[in-house]
């Protein structure tokens, strides 16, 4: 079974910078990995996917140019670089996983139902 484990959450200022890190139980680079976050109140959305066997990223509009998706060979994790966060970035952060290498060639890497493991997701807060 897939394990997901996310860290690096926190509270930081607006403009401030996060990585978060989700360590993985199988071969993240044969899987489709997305961050996802859900503020309270609110849908939960996609932030950013990687399918790194390929090399190929996407982003949401809200945070292109701000968060960089990368994936760690080595330790076999997935993180997110956040940079210049602004309050509207406060929220659950969740990464999740698809066997699936086709997600990112259309629309459905946006969906949560497409991806089949998740993990508890961690907590950023940011402060005006």
């Known amino acids: 079974q897939v394990q997901l484990v996310e860290s690096g959450g926190g509270s930081v200022q607006a403009g401030g910078s996060l990585r978060l890190s989700c360590a993985a139980s199988?071969?993240?680079?044969?899987?489709?990995v997305g961050w996802f976050r859900q503020a309270p109140g609110k849908e939960r959305e996609v932030v950013a996917a990687?399918?790194?066997?390929?090399?190929?990223?996407a982003y949401a509009d809200s945070v292109k140019g701000r968060f960089t998706i990368s994936r760690d060979n080595a330790k076999n994790t997935v993180n997110l670089q956040m940079n210049s966060l602004k309050p509207e970035d406060t929220a659950r952060y969740y990464c999740?996983?698809?066997?699936?290498?086709?997600?990112?060639?259309?629309?459905?890497?946006?969906?949560?139902?497409?991806?089949?493991?998740w993990g508890q997701g961690t907590q950023v807060t940011v402060s005006s």
């Open positions: 990687i399918y790194a066997g390929l090399g190929a990223s």
């Open positions: 999740a996983a698809a066997q699936s290498r086709g997600l990112l060639s259309g629309g459905n890497w946006r969906l949560p139902g497409r991806y089949g493991n």
């Open positions: 199988m071969d993240s680079s044969r899987h489709t």
